[in-house]
C-alpha cells in the first residue's frame, strides 16, 4: 500500500529530502520527474502514488505515467508514452492519455510541454545562426607573449626607424622637388665624395674666412630687416661675383630655406607648428639675398 | 694575552657595525699573528676570511652568521666588482695603445643577430618570389588596376572603446567605411561587399570590452590573416599627440618582412593603402616587423633639414601577431590555411621567427 500522506510527512516541510534544494523564500525539488520543480505536496513524485510527468529525451516529447497499481513493481512504474511532434496534437495525446486525472496534474502536464516545445524551437533557432567559438586562454602564454611583446618594441626603436627611413627616401629622391633640400644633399656628398678636388675645399676655407658676417645683437628681430636691406644689397652683388655662391652662403641659404618652409607650412595650414617645427632662435642672424633664390622660392610654390 | 685580544675584538665587533667587524678583526689578528708562532686556529681561520688577497678556502655560505655571511657576501661582490672595472680599463688602454691594428670590436649577440636562419627568407633578386608576386592575389592592386576600399566593422554587439577604435582606424585608412554588424554572418557579408566593389574587410573582435583580434580579408578572393590584436591606444591616450589626421593619402613604410610569410603578409599590408600618397600630408603609417610583432603607428613628419626629420604621433596605434593565413576567403570550417601558429611546434625556440 502506498501511504502517501506517511510519506509526505516524512520529507515534506521542513523535513529533509534528498532531492530538497531549499531557498530562502521557496523549495525546489530536484527529482527529474517532478513536472513543477517545486517542493510541495502535489507536485511531489514520491509522494502521490498518482503522478504524470513529461519529459525531452533528443527533441522528442514523452509523457511518463505513474499509476498506484504498479507501485510494487519499481522497475516498471513509469509508463512511457511518446508524444506527437505536433503541438496541437501532443496536447490531445496528454488529454486522453490523462483523462480522468485530477486536473491539477493534466494541467501542469500540458505546461511543461509547451515550455519544453519553446526551448526546442528556441534551440532549432540558435544552431543556424553563428555560433560563437570560444578559444580558451592560456595564463601563461599569454603572460610570455605580453613579456615579448615589450621586449621586441624596446628592440624594435620605432621612432628611430621610421626617421632613418624617412630619412633614406628624401635621399633616393621619391620626395621629388618639394622639399630644396636635396641640392644640399648632392653638394655635400659631391664634396666628401671627390677628395681630389682638394683645392676646391682650400678655396672655400679662404673664403670662409675672408667673408664677413653681420652679427646682430640680441634683440634683433626680422622686422627689422628693411633697414638692412641696403645692406644686404651691397655684400650680395659681392657674393654673385665669387664662384662658389652656395657653399660659402650655408648657413644662410639653409636659415632662408628653414623660413620657406614655414611659410609654405603656414600658407598651406595644415601643419601642425607646435611640435617638429619649434625653430629655436639662434641669437645670430644672417641673412642674405641673393637674386637667384627668388627665382627658387617661384618654383617651390 | 691573545685569547684575551682575540675576544675582545670579537665582543667589539659583534657590537659594531657589519664592515666593521670584519675590519676590526683584520687590525688586532694581524699584529699578534706576525710576533706569535702559536697560530690558534680562530685566528688563522680569521685571517683567511678577512683578508683580501687570500684566495677563499672556503665559500661564503658557510658562515651561519646571517648578517655576517651578509656582509662577506657583499664584500665579495664589491671584490668581484673592482676586478671587473680593472679588466676593463686594461682592456681599454690595450686598445688605445694598438690603434689601428686592435682587433675589431666584438658585436654583441642580440636576438636578431642570433635568429635562426630560416630558410624561406626572401634574397631581394629572387626571381621566383618575383615571379610569384607578379602572379598573386595582389597582382591587380600593384599593376593599378584595382583601387583599395576598406570596409570595418566588428563583432557582435561592440563597446565603446572598440566603437572607437573603428572610428580612428577608418580616419588613418583612406576609403574606409565603418559598418555596424548586426548579428550578420561573414559568409553573407563577403559576396555582398564583393558586390559592391570593396578590396577589404576588415573585422575587429571583441572580448571584454577590449579589441583583441583582426581579421583581414582581401577580397575577391584573397587571403584571409587572423591576428592578435594588443596594446591599443586611442588617440586621446596618447602623450604629445598632434592634431587629427587629414584626408591625405598616407605613406606607408613596411619594415622587417623578410621571409616569404612575411612578405605576403607585407603585400597584404601595403595593399591597404593607395597607390600615390600625397607627401603634401605629411603622414606617414608603418608597419615594424620586429621578432614576430608587428608595430602599427601613424605620424605626422617634417624635415627639418636633410639629416633631421621631427616625427609627432597621430592616429591609434597597436601591435598585431598572425595568428593564421587562409587561402581563400574567410571560412573557418573548410578553408585552406598557408600558416597557422601552431604553440607547441613554433614557440619552442627564442631565436626563431617567421614572418
Redesign the interface.
Known amino acids: 500500500m502506498q501511504h502517501d500522506d506517511a510519506i509526505w510527512d516524512l520529507i515534506g516541510n521542513d523535513n529533509f529530502c534528498s532531492y530538497k534544494v531549499k531557498t530562502k523564500t521557496q523549495q525546489f525539488c530536484r527529482n527529474e520527474y517532478n513536472v513543477t520543480g517545486l517542493c510541495d505536496r502535489s507536485s511531489c513524485p514520491l509522494a502521490n502514488s498518482q503522478y504524470a510527468t513529461v519529459r525531452e529525451e533528443k527533441g522528442l516529447c514523452y509523457l511518463y505515467v505513474k499509476v498506484i497499481e504498479r507501485a510494487a513493481f519499481p522497475a516498471h512504474m513509469w509508463e512511457k508514452v511518446k508524444l506527437d511532434r505536433n503541438y496541437a496534437k501532443a496536447l490531445e495525446q496528454i488529454d486522453e492519455n490523462l483523462i480522468y486525472w485530477p486536473r491539477f496534474i493534466q494541467h501542469k502536464c500540458k505546461q511543461r510541454l509547451t515550455k519544453i516545445t519553446q526551448y526546442l524551437i528556441r534551440i532549432r533557432k540558435l544552431t543556424l545562426?553563428?555560433q560563437?567559438?570560444l578559444v580558451p586562454l592560456s595564463r601563461k602564454?599569454e603572460r610570455?607573449?605580453?613579456r615579448?611583446?615589450e621586449?621586441?618594441?624596446i628592440?624594435?626603436q620605432?621612432?628611430n626607424?621610421?626617421?632613418k627611413?624617412?630619412?633614406d627616401?628624401?635621399?633616393q629622391g621619391t620626395?621629388?622637388d618639394?622639399?630644396n633640400?636635396?641640392i644640399?644633399?648632392f653638394d655635400?656628398a659631391m664634396e666628401k665624395q671627390e677628395e681630389e678636388t682638394e683645392s676646391e675645399e682650400e678655396e672655400d676655407e679662404e673664403e670662409e674666412s675672408g667673408t664677413r658676417e653681420f652679427v646682430a645683437e640680441d634683440e634683433f628681430e626680422e622686422s627689422d630687416l628693411s633697414d638692412f636691406e641696403d645692406m644686404n644689397n651691397l655684400k650680395g652683388s659681392s657674393d654673385e661675383e665669387e664662384d662658389d655662391e652656395e657653399e660659402s652662403g650655408e648657413e644662410e641659404e639653409?636659415e632662408e630655406?628653414?623660413e620657406e618652409?614655414k611659410t609654405k607650412?603656414k600658407s598651406?595650414g595644415?601643419?601642425?607648428l607646435?611640435?617638429?617645427?619649434r625653430k629655436k632662435r639662434a641669437y645670430v642672424e644672417i641673412e642674405y639675398e641673393q637674386e637667384t633664390e627668388p627665382a627658387q622660392k617661384s618654383k617651390a610654390i | 694575552m691573545d685569547s684575551n685580544e682575540a675576544t675582545t675584538s670579537e665582543s667589539v665587533s659583534k657590537k659594531r657595525g657589519k664592515t666593521k667587524k670584519v675590519k676590526r678583526k683584520v687590525k688586532p689578528d694581524e699584529a699578534p699573528v706576525q710576533e706569535m708562532d702559536q697560530a690558534e686556529g680562530e685566528e688563522t681561520e680569521k685571517k683567511s676570511v678577512s683578508g683580501p688577497c687570500f684566495p677563499p678556502t672556503f665559500s661564503v655560505s658557510e658562515i651561519k652568521n646571517k648578517q655576517r655571511r651578509h656582509a662577506m657576501f657583499l664584500k665579495l661582490k664589491e671584490e668581484k666588482r673592482k676586478q671587473k672595472l680593472e679588466l676593463k680599463k686594461k682592456k681599454k688602454k690595450e686598445r688605445k695603445a694598438l690603434g689601428d691594428q686592435a682587433p675589431p670590436k666584438e658585436v654583441p649577440k642580440t636576438i636578431e643577430n642570433q635568429r635562426i636562419y630560416d630558410e624561406t627568407t626572401v634574397n631581394p633578386e629572387d626571381e621566383e618570389v618575383a615571379f610569384d608576386e607578379g602572379t598573386d592575389e595582389f597582382s591587380a592592386y600593384f599593376s593599378r588596376l584595382t583601387n583599395p576600399k576598406v570596409l570595418i566593422t566588428t563583432s557582435d554587439r561592440p563597446r565603446g572603446r572598440t566603437v572607437r577604435f573603428c572610428e580612428q582606424l577608418a580616419t588613418v585608412i583612406p576609403h574606409a567605411h565603418v559598418y555596424y554588424r548586426r548579428g550578420l554572418a561573414l559568409k553573407r557579408v563577403i559576396p555582398q561587399c564583393v558586390s559592391r566593389g570593396f578590396t577589404y574587410v576588415m573585422v575587429i573582435n571583441e572580448d571584454r570590452k577590449v579589441p583583441n583580434g583582426l581579421v583581414l580579408c582581401h577580397l575577391p578572393d584573397g587571403p584571409t590573416a587572423h591576428f592578435k590584436v594588443s596594446n591599443v591606444r586611442l588617440r586621446k591616450e596618447m602623450k604629445r599627440r598632434g592634431k587629427d589626421p587629414t584626408e591625405h593619402v598616407p605613406e606607408v613604410i613596411l619594415n622587417n618582412f623578410s621571409t616569404r610569410l612575411g612578405h605576403s603578409i607585407g603585400r597584404l599590408f601595403a595593399a591597404l593603402f593607395p597607390h600615390d600618397p600625397q607627401f603634401v600630408g605629411r603622414q606617414v603609417a608603418t608597419f615594424h616587423n620586429q621578432r614576430d610583432f608587428i608595430f602599427f603607428r601613424f605620424h605626422r613628419y617634417i624635415f627639418k633639414n636633410e639629416k633631421k626629420v621631427g616625427i609627432q604621433e597621430l592616429g591609434p596605434r597597436f601591435t598585431l601577431k598572425l595568428r593564421s593565413l587562409q587561402k581563400g576567403t574567410f571560412d573557418s570550417k573548410f578553408g585552406e590555411y598557408e600558416w597557422v601558429h601552431k604553440r607547441h611546434e613554433m614557440d619552442s625556440s627564442r631565436r626563431k621567427f617567421h614572418l
Do not use: D, N, Q, T
Open positions: 545562426k553563428r560563437r567559438k602564454v610570455r607573449e605580453k615579448r611583446e621586449k621586441a618594441l628592440a624594435a620605432l621612432e626607424a621610421i626617421e627611413e624617412l630619412l627616401r628624401l635621399k620626395y621629388g618639394i622639399y633640400f636635396p644640399h644633399a655635400k639653409s630655406e628653414l618652409e607650412a598651406k595644415k601643419a601642425p607646435k611640435g617638429p617645427i
